[in-house]
C-alpha cells in the first residue's frame, strides 16, 4: 500500500480502492476527478436517453354510446403515439356483469381502431367488476400508418371537390339518348297563340272576328 502511494504521487494521480473486500484490498491509480466527471456524463446520457413511460387509463362503459367510444378511442390513440400504455377499463354496474361478452366486444373493437398505432400487449381479463386490457405503442405500425399516408379523409374530397356525378349505363343519358326537341315541318300548320280570353270576349259582343287573309 505505501509503495503503491508512492507511485500514485509520483504520477500525480489518486489512489483508488475499488475492493476493499478483498485481501489484500485491490486499489488503482487514476485520475479521480476526470473519473467522476466521465461517470456523471455518462448518466446523463442513459437518462437522456431513456424514454419515460406512462400507464394512462381510460375507461368505458359496456352501454356507451357511439359518440362517447369514438371519442374515448381518439384519446387512446393519442396516448399510444405519446409512447404511453394505456390500460383500457369496462366498468360493470349490477346485472351488467352477467354478460361480459359485452366488455370483451368493446374491448376488441378499440384495439381494431387503434391497431395502426398500438397493439395488445395483455389481453382482456376479469379484474373484480371490471374487465382490463393493457395497450402498448407499437412503432413498426406508426411507421407504416405514416408511410402509407392514411389520414382517414377520401382521396375524392381531399380539396373539397364535389364528387363526380355516376351515371348508370341503363340510364338515357340527357345529352345522348334523351327525346331532342324538333323544329316543326314545313307543312304542318302553326299553332295559333291567340289569347283564349280576348277570343272569347270578342265572340260574347256579337262582334265578328278580323278574317285573316
Known amino acids: 500500500m505505501p509503495e503503491a502511494l508512492i507511485m500514485a504521487r509520483d504520477l500525480d494521480l489518486d489512489l483508488v480502492e475499488v475492493a476493499d473486500k478483498a485481501n489484500p484490498p485491490v486499489c488503482r491509480i487514476m485520475d479521480y476527478g476526470k473519473y467522476k466527471y466521465e461517470a456523471a456524463q455518462r448518466a446523463k446520457e442513459s437518462r437522456r ?10 375507461k368505458y362503459r359496456p352501454k ?3 359518440g362517447d367510444f ?3 378511442t381518439r384519446k387512446v390513440e393519442h396516448f399510444l403515439a405519446e409512447g404511453h400504455k394505456v390500460k383500457v377499463t369496462i366498468m360493470f354496474r349490477g346485472r351488467e356483469m352477467q354478460h361480459p361478452e359485452l366488455g370483451k366486444k368493446i374491448l376488441d373493437n378499440v384495439a381494431e381502431a387503434v391497431m395502426h398505432t398500438g397493439r ?22 406508426q411507421i407504416a400508418h405514416a408511410a402509407s399516408g392514411k389520414d382517414g379523409e377520401n382521396p375524392s374530397h381531399t380539396n373539397g371537390a364535389a364528387p363526380e356525378a355516376v351515371h348508370s349505363p341503363d340510364a338515357p343519358s340527357a345529352a345522348t339518348d334523351g327525346p331532342r326537341p324538333t323544329a316543326p315541318a314545313a307543312d304542318q300548320p302553326t299553332q295559333d297563340h291567340t289569347n283564349p280570353t280576348e277570343t272569347s270576349e270578342t265572340v260574347a259582343s256579337g262582334e265578328s272576328p278580323a278574317e285573316t287573309a
Do not use: F, H, Q, W
Open 49 to 58: 436517453n431513456s424514454t419515460n413511460v406512462v400507464v394512462k387509463e381510460m
Open 64 to 66: 356507451i354510446g357511439g
Open 70 to 72: 369514438s371519442t374515448k
Open 120 to 141: 395488445v400487449e395483455v389481453m382482456p381479463k376479469i379484474d373484480g367488476r371490471n374487465m382490463t386490457m393493457v395497450l402498448v405503442p407499437d412503432r413498426k405500425a
